[in-house]
């Protein structure tokens, strides 16, 4: 059939002969390959297996168990502040914003904002030109009041004159009136004795009379220009006083001069200035605000249940951001009252302002209260377990508390050794926490040696050892 034939087996028989067919291959062959391919993934698999699992375990098995390295050191002791923190306030100590005691226009303005000036310093200018006029009139007048004065003193001393004179003359008159007088007595006696006539005696009367008359003039002469005197004196006095009135005019005049120039109360910076050249002002204008910073007085508002400790001279410390301590104080004044809105004490300190800061800015401020000793131990060292807290103490077993060993975590048993040490847990009472470590008021002594770190893989009486003491051993086992 076609040149093809069939034997017995089922194999294609051909025409061609014997020798030239191509040898015929076994059929297990085929899976020879994905065999071995399959016995190799196998054995790897057991080799890591084997490697990893199996011959850990043998060999954890055949091993004694170790105790843990862990970080020892003795409690920090240090100086513990009682101390409480506040919002508080700057303020400066002195701060004013300058009003003028005049009214007038603003002619020159001799600074600018945020410029430091001096005590007495010049600031500004009120147009002071009419005060300077009224001052100038006030001298005039009281250049006249001093004329006056001079004009009459001279008066005085004309009619003090004129009073010597009236006096020179009374004195005539009244020797006049006493010679008469004896004349008159004489001719009364030669009359009486007959060797005068009743008409040489009336004579002589007369003559007593008429010089009586003019020494009573004289008096009346005297009296008048005692009292033009006085009139004379009445006027200087008068002059007097209003020279005087001339005088303080002219002092207050020129008080009210010196309110045109506007000066600095005291050292400080010129802040904000709102007016300017050619504004018209008065008393009730605000002209401009300085302000002294190189000291500044903190404000610190104290809750009534710590201010009964409050008193003059308590540190007071200033806070960064940070929590930092930038600058130190003293309280310096304690109020009598308590603020009836936020029901607190308030206090304050000055401070000597060396970092630039700045009148009513906020700022953290540390009051303390009290100094005292303690000990201090860093917080990965604490535990908190059912609501108290522990930290562990490295201990010898035979001091630790502990009746054995823990069991490690990997298997196997401690032989108990009096002096294998252990991390006994220990109760104990916190205090304040400062940065990164607490204060431990009770539980714990500055000769213990505590586990400061890794405490999560402890539990208590397990064994441990010093790993600072670790690469030690492994070199010395080397």
């Known amino acids: 059939m076609n040149g093809e034939n069939t034997d017995r087996a089922g194999f294609a028989q051909t025409d061609a002969p014997v020798s030239e067919l191509p040898p015929r291959r076994p059929r297990w062959r085929k899976f020879l390959i994905p065999g071995l391919i399959g016995l190799a993934v196998v054995g790897g698999l057991g080799w890591i297996v084997f490697n990893r699992i199996i011959l850990p375990l043998m060999i954890v098995s055949q091993m004694k168990p170790q105790p843990t390295p862990v970080p020892l050191a003795n409690p920090k002791s240090s100086t513990i502040e009682d101390s409480s923190d506040y919002a508080a306030t700057l303020d400066s100590r002195q701060s004013i914003t300058l009003q003028p005691q005049v009214s007038g226009q603003i002619s020159q303005i001799y600074v600018r904002p945020g410029q430091q000036v001096t005590a007495g310093q010049a600031i500004l200018q009120i147009d002071n030109r009419e005060q300077r006029a009224q001052v100038a009139s006030r001298q005039s007048a009281s250049q006249t009041a001093a004329a006056d004065i001079d004009s009459a003193q001279a008066d005085v001393e004309n009619e003090q004159q004129t009073l010597r004179s009236l006096q020179a003359q009374r004195a005539t008159a009244l020797s006049n009136v006493q010679l008469n007088q004896k004349e008159y007595d004489r001719f009364v006696e030669l009359q009486r004795q007959g060797a005068t006539s009743k008409q040489i005696l009336d004579q002589r009367l007369n003559a007593l009379q008429t010089a009586q008359a003019a020494l009573r003039q004289a008096d009346a002469d005297i009296a008048a220009q005692r009292s033009a005197i006085s009139r004379a004196q009445s006027v200087v006095e008068r002059n007097r006083r209003a020279f005087e009135q001339s005088q303080a005019n002219i002092a207050e005049g020129q008080a009210q001069l010196q309110y045109y120039t506007i000066t ?45 400790a409050l008193r003059l001279g308590l540190p007071v410390k200033l806070l960064d951001d940070q929590g930092k301590e930038v600058q130190t104080g003293r309280i310096s004044f304690v109020a009598p009252n308590v603020d009836s809105t936020t029901q607190s004490v308030q206090a304050k300190a000055v401070f000597e302002n060396v970092r630039n800061l700045r009148p009513s800015q906020f700022v953290r401020a540390r009051v303390v209260w009290s100094n005292r000793p303690g000990v201090l131990v860093p917080t990965t060292a604490i535990s908190r377990l059912g609501g108290r807290d522990f930290i562990f103490v490295a201990a010898p077993l035979s001091a630790s508390g502990c009746s054995e060993p823990a069991a490690p975590q990997g298997g196997g ?11 006994a847990q220990k109760p104990i009472q916190l205090g304040r926490i400062i940065g990164n ?25 397990a064994a441990i050892m010093d790993a600072a003491q670790v690469p030690a051993q492994q070199s010395s086992q080397q």
């Open 437 to 461: 470590e607490q204060e431990v008021v009770e539980g714990l002594s500055a000769n213990d040696r505590i586990i400061t770190s890794g405490i999560l893989q402890l539990q208590n009486c």
């Open 264 to 308: 600095a109360p005291f050292t400080g910076t010129v802040g904000e200035i709102p007016i300017k050249v050619g504004d018209t002002v008065s008393p009730t204008s605000q002209l401009l605000n300085i302000t002294q910073n190189q000291q500044l007085e903190v404000q610190i508002q104290v809750p009534l249940e710590r201010s009964s």
């Open 413 to 423: 048993k401690f032989e108990a050794n009096p002096d294998m040490l252990v991390a």
